[in-house]
């Protein structure tokens, strides 16, 4: 099975798809094996008698290459279903078909899985090259690392000699399935996870070059909240996309567009991405003895669907991943025809999150202990919409028999006594204080409102240990100016 990698995190793809053409060119994609490209490529482009160094110093460069045009989506950016051409004008030759050398078939098989950084940051450098007699560049030359080589440099030393002495040799990189990054379904408000992370993280660099985009700075980082949307509003503005302020298909690549070439990803020389850039406080993936708010967030949707369809178990709502909740995510994978682990992956997630917005009007009555159903995305500061004001008119009502939280107005926005409400809310009932308002506290909010408007005794609140403070979003780092994307 493949390693997980975080969807902002370089990976090994199983598997790269080439057009063999220019860019434009009506020609045809043929999908081959990561190892199996590198092999055509360095066969089509070097020697095999030229001494092993060289041929290792090649190698390393071209598969940084091709890492490079996967990793910032460079084609599939700009609409193109390929992930690399095989036109020497643009990318590196690929010959369909060709006989590969049996010494840089045995070097790839070694090391495919690594590629060239600079000191500091994750990413693939755009490691250009040119053959070094017929043409020359900024970059290695092929032709030039022969004589290198035999005055007994190592690969890494030829690298460096092109390259700059700030690289390093990434290895043992993880091998995943290469799958375009685009996350299954729209981001939008009250979205949560990793994703979310990646689109504050790239539009607050990008607003450093188109400031009149509004920094992202109070919303939780991962948590799609108010600040988030008008970002993204702005940036379709600018970009002649549909204002929305959701994040679809289109918006999601051209927000990677963007950054790319703002940080000037695919140039020789680039800003580079740094690891707290890509740091999210959400996993990539929640498996058996996993716990927390998120994996009991996660159980509320599997507990639903389990409730609208008699093949998934209605399980339990306890914040931790145990033997019944891996169960129940199989029993859901199976049913919906996806590949069966039992772990809540991209792909997992996002069939709950669509089959929950689906069903979340027709679930039975008894499904949850309160009857008014959660509507299926995150509440927090800044929103504004019917379901602020529910809660603002339960939270008013809950702090009439519980005098320490404060008493909120009801405006339909979520602010400052509304945060503060939540908070003290979660503290006294729920245990984890985070200001959102997910299916945990809103079934909490929804069952003591419920309880005290049915003429009940004030519930008891339960005894919550001490809440670790929310983290605040990390700091987004300043960068310089950098110049505009090459056209290839």
């Known amino acids: 099975m493949a390693i997980i990698s975080r969807p902002n995190e370089p990976f090994i793809p199983e598997q790269i798809t080439v057009h063999l053409g220019e860019p434009d060119a009506p020609a045809e994609n043929i999908t081959v094996s990561f190892p199996d490209y590198i092999k055509n490529v360095a066969s089509s482009e070097i020697y ?69 950084a600079r000191q500091g940051n994750i990413e693939p450098i755009f490691s250009a090259y040119c053959d070094g007699r017929e043409t020359t560049c900024e970059g290695l030359s092929q032709w030039g690392t022969v004589p290198l080589a035999q005055q007994g440099m190592t690969p890494y030393e030829i690298l460096q000699n092109y390259y700059g002495d700030d690289i390093n040799i990434i290895r043992d990189v993880p091998v995943n399935a290469n799958f375009e990054s685009y996350p299954l379904y729209p981001l939008r408000l009250g979205s949560f996870g990793q994703d979310v992370s990646i689109i504050q993280n790239e539009l ?199 005098p320490e939280i404060p008493r909120v107005e009801v405006t339909g926005i979520f602010d400052d006594q509304t945060d503060a409400a939540v908070r003290a809310f979660q503290e006294k009932f729920v245990g984890t204080v985070t200001g959102l308002i997910g299916p945990p506290s809103w079934n909490e909010i929804s069952r003591i409102y419920e309880s005290l408007t049915a003429g009940a005794p004030a519930p008891v609140a339960p005894a919550v240990p001490e809440a670790p403070a929310t983290p605040e979003a990390p700091a987004t780092p300043e960068a310089p100016a950098t110049p505009e994307a090459p056209a290839g």
């Open 204 to 402: 607050n660099r990008i607003s450093q070059n188109y400031p009149s985009i509004p920094k992202i700075v109070n919303d939780q980082p991962g948590v799609f909240g108010a600040e988030t949307e008008a970002a993204v509003k702005q940036f379709q503005r600018i970009f002649n996309l549909t204002v929305d302020g959701i994040v679809g298909s289109s918006t999601w690549y051209k927000i990677k567009y963007i950054y790319n070439a703002v940080k000037g990803l695919g140039e020789l020389v680039s800003e580079g991405v740094f690891p707290e850039e890509i740091e999210s406080p959400f996993q990539v993936a929640w498996q058996e003895g996993d716990s927390g708010i998120w994996v009991e967030l996660i159980q509320y949707y599997i507990r639903a669907l389990g409730c609208y369809y008699p093949d998934i178990p209605v399980i339990n709502i306890n914040g931790i991943f145990d033997a019944e909740t891996a169960q129940a995510v199989m029993a859901l994978q199976k049913h919906f025809n996806i590949f069966v682990d039992g772990v809540v992956g991209i792909e997992t997630w996002s069939i709950l999150d669509k089959e929950y917005r689906n069903i979340q009007n027709n679930l039975p009555a008894d499904c949850f202990e309160n009857t008014t159903v959660y509507p299926g995305y995150i509440l927090s500061k800044g929103m504004g919409d019917k379901n602020v004001t529910l809660m603002q008119t339960y939270l008013q009502r809950i702090s009439e028999a519980y």
């Open 48 to 116: 095999p008698t030229w001494p092993e160094s060289a041929i290792r110093a090649n190698i390393y460069a071209q598969i940084t290459f091709a890492l490079n045009r996967i990793y910032t989506e460079w084609y599939r950016s700009r609409g193109y279903d390929f992930d690399i051409t095989n036109s020497t004008k643009y990318d590196q030759s690929f010959v369909p078909n060709r006989e590969v050398f049996e010494n840089i078939t045995q070097i790839v098989d070694e090391i495919f899985n690594s590629y060239i």
